[in-house]
Nanobody, 127 residues
Framework: QVQLVESGGGLVQAGGSLRLSCAAS????????MGWFRQAPGKEREFVAA????????RYAGSVKGRFTISRDNVKDTVYLQMNSLKPEDTAVYSC????????????????????WGQGTQVTVLS
């Protein structure tokens, strides 16, 4: 079992930046692919970004591509989401997720592929 704790959310003006962190604890010696998802009020949870265990493969939702960057530090068992040029429509609760993989380059974009979820951190972008 792995536990995930997000941090770094907050209030920011449009055009600003935030960096989210997701710290993993527990069975972190196991290989995990990681993802970031977000859910705005009244909307379904949506995929934001994903990264393979090795960090060599990443994938982004079209709405954030070029503005957000996902990365990971496997020594610190932490995944990051650097968010630049934030827009009001980026306002949501952001959650990280993890799932065990057998291949270092595997990643997933579907919610149902992930077994472990954090509690989420609120990001609010003011216009």
């Amino acid at each position: 079992q792995v536990q995930l704790v997000e941090s770094g959310g907050g209030l920011v003006q449009a055009g600003g930046s935030l960096r989210l962190s997701c710290a993993a604890s527990g069975r972190t010696f196991v290989r995990y692919a990681m993802g970031w998802f977000r859910q705005a009020p009244g909307k379904e949870r949506e995929f934001v970004a994903a990264i393979s265990w090795s960090g060599g493969t990443t994938r982004y939702a079209g709405s954030v591509k070029g503005r957000f960057t996902i990365s990971r530090d496997n020594v610190k068992d932490t995944v990051y989401l650097q968010m630049n040029s934030l827009k009001p429509e980026d306002t949501a609760v952001y959650s990280c997720a993890a799932t065990i993989v057998t291949q270092a380059m595997t990643l997933f974009t579907q919610t149902r592929a992930y077994d472990h979820w954090g509690q989420g951190t609120q990001v609010t972008v003011l216009s």
